[in-house]
């Protein structure tokens, strides 16, 4: 394979026997499947440390092309967590008064959701997540960054993971439009976009899990080997 650039001999990797390379999947396993997304938190403080250890295990995610095309902005201002209710309220009503659509509605009837956000304001942390058309790996608006949606994608994925396994409660809020992200993170609306907002903090002591959420389909139902 021809080489332009710089390339080091690969000398993290650790190599495990088979029976513990089963051991740790299922050790793996065992831990991600207890993370829930809850909506009850309680407004108990998260050191600023170990939210940005978590972003930093993030931003370790594969991109396109390494650009990192992503920005997170880790909100813990009552002030501007209020201000992302509000906005985001105001958004939920006009969904569930009719702007979902009655099918998407049924969908979320067995989650007990609507439009109260109160969670918004007593999670001690929000993490508003951007991703960025272009930029590259040196903020270079003249360069276009690839597989945006694909890479911002698996980093939150890391950043769910990381902060559950620091041992807080997240859930992933997804407000339509999100626009309003960026006026209240001070983003540039031409560099980034909203891609999705994580609540993150202790659950509260009367946290629920819906029955419906820890239904989920079998190994058989999502994958197929040849």
């Known amino acids: 394979m021809k080489q332009t650039e710089s390339h080091f001999p690969l000398t993290d990797f650790i190599e495990y026997s088979e029976e513990e390379m089963l051991a740790r999947a299922q050790s793996h396993y065992q831990e991600v499947k207890r993370r829930h997304s809850i909506r009850q938190f309680s407004d108990r403080a998260v050191p600023q440390a170990i939210i940005e250890q978590c972003i930093q295990t993030a931003a370790t995610a594969p991109s396109g092309a390494n650009h990192q095309p992503w920005h997170f902005v880790a909100i813990s201002d009552p002030k501007v967590k209020a201000q992302i209710r509000h906005e985001a309220e105001a958004l939920e ?3 569930y008064e009719g702007r979902a659509g009655e099918e998407w509605l049924d969908a979320l009837k067995p989650l007990g959701t609507d439009a109260n956000k109160s969670y918004l304001e007593r999670a001690p942390w929000l993490i508003a997540v951007f991703s960025q058309k272009r930029g ?81 389909k079998s190994l058989a139902e999502i994958v197929t080997f040849k």
């Open 136 to 216: 590259g790996l040196d903020n270079d608006e003249s360069k276009t960054n690839y597989y945006v949606h694909e890479s911002v994608g698996i980093a939150t994925g890391f950043l769910l993971q990381a902060l559950h396994h620091a041992g807080l409660g997240t859930l992933t809020h997804t407000p339509k439009p999100m626009s309003f992200l960026s006026k209240v993170c001070d983003r540039d609306t031409n560099v980034d976009r909203p891609y999705m907002l994580i609540v993150a903090g202790y659950p509260d002591e009367n946290a629920t899990i819906p029955e419906h959420a820890t239904k989920k």
């Open 93 to 95: 009503r006009s969904f």
